[in-house]
């Protein structure tokens, strides 16, 4: 199997404890294969990257184009089909490919794996060159995440994808018999109502706190308890800010900076950034974010800390300013972020074992990759091409990738748990995790998921909610007025992205 890396830098590697986080390097394959975090967390740290680290993204854009490094290995099959070409942005996916080819040794194709880095948005321009080009080097499966997958599915590039029916998936029963998370399949669904792509991962989100500060502060630690106490479910953060009155008055934050609140706040927005005119439009509960984020500022409920930052993992090991009680996330934020940044690898190490997850306030989702077949590719290659991606987003059998997955079995037992796409998969698997003090998370992340909210979401979210964050920081921290914050959001995204900004 040729893998061709080029311009190889994961997202994460802004830091090294993120880096931690996300799994391993690109060039771990089999790290990756149990690491779905690389991707998840790969839109914000990309970002982040990208914005606040521009030297060392240079640096990186400069290698693209290049190969950094590649190895070979062949098939049983000697590959004697032919080759598939496959494009990511992490080496997740082309990890996920090399399982499913040691499992089905007979598997005629080869493949080519491209991997291209989203940093300095360097890999879309790639994808879209390579989409329209044709011929031999397109891609036949690739990659999109949650920033920028509308762009595939349902925007400017969706005319390349294939729908999941024409590679011969009966989807419509095949996602009913999955449980396929809707909010998933809504963001897959191109303007026709066909699915265009799907995700492996669930990335629904929860309320991640600390039990030791739940004692303390609450009396109690149980999950059921403080989903009360916090508004778990009930669409409204009322009493999440009287939760963090009470957690001031003891001396400390509910959360660590307020980009955790803006991820459940951006997604579970009724409307996303551009309307039906192709106008800017600010959702009044994105508005809202921005005397959210004042609150958490000057009433002290933070520790006013940017996230993907060193202060902001600084908290998870509870070295911060102010004890912090929680984050918002979905699980690849506990089993890729958390864990390895909370200062040990067993009870009574650090934070670790002091964890609980209990119903958000309201229901969002953060992160994800769907994958998707280019219609041009050769017809010949279309039912191969569907063997692996129904294997990997739609099979729910034990043999499939999500139960693997799910279960941590996909380099054998002991691997990472995670949520997945399929919620008749986790159903029958067992998510308890020594990080949450043996909790099952599967118990609130199969709910999770089903709160949350696919139909928010443009092609233009990641460059627009850049844009959006710096003016929300810049009102908090009383730089400017929320009326000053708002016109030059809109002035800015005028002038960088064309958009008209009423």
């Given amino acids: 199997m040729k893998r061709k890396l080029m311009a190889i830098v994961l997202s994460c590697a802004m830091t090294a404890t993120l880096l931690a986080g996300c799994g391993g390097s690109a060039a771990d394959t089999g790290a990756a294969a149990d690491a779905p975090a690389a991707d998840a967390g790969a839109e914000e740290a990309g970002d982040t990257a990208a914005a606040e680290d521009t030297a060392a993204a240079e640096d990186t854009a400069a290698d693209a184009g290049s190969d950094a490094s ?7 099959s000697g590959g004697g089909s032919g080759t598939i070409n496959l494009w990511a942005f992490t080496d997740e996916v082309p990890g996920m490919v090399d399982k499913y080819i040691e499992a089905h040794p007979d598997f005629p194709y080869s493949i080519n794996s491209t991997i291209i880095a989203t940093t300095e948005g360097a890999y879309q321009p790639a994808l879209d060159a390579a989409l329209q080009a044709g011929g031999s080097e397109q891609p036949d499966i690739y990659c999109a995440e949650a920033a920028f997958v509308l762009k595939y599915s349902q925007g400017d590039m969706q005319d390349y994808a294939m729908p999941y029916k024409d590679l011969g998936i009966d989807i419509d029963s095949e996602i009913k018999n999955s449980n396929i998370a809707q909010y998933s399949v ?4 191109n303007k026709n109502g066909d ?9 629904g989100g929860a309320f991640i706190y600390r039990r030791s500060i739940a004692k303390d502060v609450f009396g109690t630690d149980d999950p059921a308890e403080i989903s009360k106490i916090i508004g778990g479910g009930s669409g409204s953060w009322d009493k999440f800010w009287e939760a963090a009155k009470t957690l001031a008055d003891k001396g400390d934050a509910i959360v660590s900076g307020d980009g955790d609140i803006w991820h459940a706040v951006e997604n579970s927005s009724d409307k996303g950034w551009i309307d039906e005119s192709g106008a800017l439009q600010i959702d009044p509960k994105r508005e809202e974010f921005l005397d959210i984020s004042k609150n958490l500022t000057d009433n002290g ?5 940017q996230d993907w930052q060193d202060a902001w993992f600084a908290d998870m090991k509870g070295e911060g300013s102010k004890p912090v009680f929680g984050f918002f996330g979905p699980a690849w934020l506990i089993n890729y972020t958390l864990a390895p940044n909370c200062g040990g690898e067993k009870a009574g190490e650090g934070t670790y074992g002091d964890w609980a997850i209990c119903d958000s306030p309201i229901g969002f989702f953060w992160g ?7 219609k041009n590719m050769d017809a010949d290659k279309v039912s191969a091409v569907k063997d692996i991606i129904q294997w990997i987003t739609l099979d729910a ?10 279960n941590g079995t996909l380099n054998g037992e002991g691997g990472t748990k995670d949520s997945v796409a399929s919620g008749a998969v986790m159903d029958k698997s067992d998510g308890s995790l020594d990080f949450l003090g043996g909790q099952n998370m599967f118990d609130y992340f199969v709910p999770a998921n089903s709160y949350a909210n696919g139909k928010n979401l443009t092609q233009y979210d990641e460059a627009i909610n850049l844009i959006w ?3 929300v920081r810049a009102y908090a921290a009383g730089e400017k007025s929320r009326e000053d914050a708002i016109k030059d959001f809109k002035t800015t995204v005028s002038d960088t992205l064309g958009i008209d900004a009423p």
Avoid: F, H, M
């Fill in 469 to 471: 964050r710096d003016q």
């Fill in 186 to 189: 809504d963001i897959g669904t």
């Fill in 301 to 305: 409920w933070s520790n006013q800390t």
């Fill in 70 to 76: 590649t190895d070979s290995a062949t098939p049983a």
């Fill in 195 to 203: 699915v265009d792509a799907l995700g492996y991962q669930a990335t």
């Fill in 368 to 374: 994800g990759t769907w994958l998707l077949a280019n």
């Fill in 397 to 406: 059998t034990e043999d499939g990738l999500q139960y693997k997955w799910a």
